[in-house]
């Protein structure tokens, strides 16, 4: 088989219209936006509203990267999605998605690397391409944590916000795409950013709701330390190992989770603040939706073109931290209208009919047993 690669060719965000901004917090909790600024570089964040979910903003986010990329649902293979506030436990956001846009021939399964996820689904998804197992997959790092956060704890609630972004990524023989990629952990950290209750080891009682193990818990001092050393180490090690330098890279894209960290990181590797992209002032900390969204971002500003190399890196909970050196190339020179509202529409009919079927079903079967 000749060498396959895993191109994106497809890209769309979606964020909720309500903003908060430091000013509102400063009426909620003990701070000031000059604080929040000057520490963090967030002016403001979206947050979802009650209508909206981590599905929803996904579903919207895939959509519109289908559209660029000229994709139908049905084209995929896999889906899968990064989130750390999934609608469930189970069933997975990425089966529900998959529900919502139609995508018969897809497998689905959600990814759980916090921030970090996006950086590993990329690089999931590209090998399944490059091995020949699949030829189209969709990539969706989405967070409504908001959901997740304790609105009294200004350690907390002021970092993060809600929003999606989706990848299109297509197999080719032409060269490009996810080139190298670096996934790494440390669990001996997992006390350092975590949400305790709801899981097997502490099951949602009416105690751990009282003692807010349901909300996210942070040592921010410590994350910083951790994320300030993996962030530069992770993106040296994903250009060193293209055979690539840092000044083959035109633009980084790290995870948006604080201005001083990722000036501290890009500082270390010697690379101007000028090619990197940054807009978590008005996006806060999305976690695993951050990447994708920058990226959209980029592209809206003319600031990634195809043939530039771009690199992705991030770091998490967990602790998770990773990176991806992708070729960029657009969408591939396949033109087709694709319609969302048509694709929406017929994938809410199958869903329904797909339901009508096996109630009928469970019917028929009944009456049998009874005979
Ligand atoms: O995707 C990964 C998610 N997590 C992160 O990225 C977190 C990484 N860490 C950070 O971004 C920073 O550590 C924070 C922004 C969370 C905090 O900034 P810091 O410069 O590390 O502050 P600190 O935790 O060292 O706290 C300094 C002071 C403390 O007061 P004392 O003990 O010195 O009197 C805090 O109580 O600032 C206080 N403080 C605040 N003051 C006003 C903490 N949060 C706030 C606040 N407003 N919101």
Redesign the pocket.
């Known amino acids: 088989m000749s060498p396959r690669y895993a191109h994106v060719t497809g890209w769309g965000m979606a964020v909720p219209e309500k903003i908060i901004t430091n000013q509102d917090?400063a009426k909620m909790?003990?701070?000031?936006d000059e604080?929040?600024v000057d520490?963090?570089g967030i002016r403001q964040r979206h947050v979802a509203d009650e209508h909206q979910t981590t599905a929803s903003l996904a579903v919207e986010a895939a959509l519109r990267a289908l559209i660029v990329a000229s994709l139908r649902p049905s084209d995929l293979d896999l889906i899968i999605v990064s989130t750390s506030s999934p609608e469930h436990i189970f069933p997975a956001t990425a089966c529900l998605v998959q529900d919502r846009i139609g995508a018969t021939k897809a497998g689905a399964f959600d990814l759980s690397a916090?921030?970090t996820g996006f950086v590993y689904a990329l690089t999931l998804a590209s090998q399944a391409i490059k091995s020949g197992a699949i030829q189209n997959a969709l990539v969706i790092g989405a967070e409504t944590l908001s959901r997740l956060t304790d609105w009294k704890d200004?350690?907390?609630?002021?970092?993060?916000g809600d929003g999606a972004g989706a990848f299109i990524l297509q197999a080719s023989e032409e060269p490009g795409g996810v080139l190298t990629s670096v996934m790494r952990s440390d669990g001996s950290g997992g006390d350092l950013?975590s949400l305790p209750a709801g899981g097997s080891r502490h099951p949602t009682t009416l105690q751990t709701v009282y003692d807010g193990l349901h909300y996210i818990q942070?040592n921010?001092?410590e994350?910083?330390r951790f994320?300030t050393r993996v962030m530069s180490q992770a993106t040296r090690e994903a250009v060193d190992a293209a055979q690539l330098t840092l000044a083959d890279v035109q633009l980084i894209v790290p995870?948006q989770?604080?201005q001083?960290?990722i000036e501290a990181a890009m500082r270390g590797l010697d690379i101007p603040m000028d090619r990197v992209m940054m807009n978590l002032e008005r996006y806060g900390?999305t976690?695993t939706a951050?990447i994708p969204i920058a990226t959209c971002e980029a592209i809206n500003q003319g600031r990634l073109k195809p043939g530039d190399n771009v690199v992705f890196v991030?770091?998490?909970?967990g602790l998770t931290w990773g990176s991806n050196l992708v070729k960029w190339s657009g969408p591939f020179p396949v033109r087709r209208k694709v319609s969302p509202r048509r694709f929406r529409w017929l994938a809410r009919l199958r869903s329904w009919l797909a339901r009508l079927r096996r109630h009928l079903e469970g019917l028929i079967w009944g009456r049998d047993r009874s005979i």
């Open positions: 917090l909790v003990d701070t000031t604080w929040i520490r963090t916090a921030c200004r350690n907390t609630c002021i970092l993060f950013l942070m921010g001092r994350v910083f994320a995870h989770a604080n001083r960290i900390n976690s951050s991030a770091f998490g909970a």
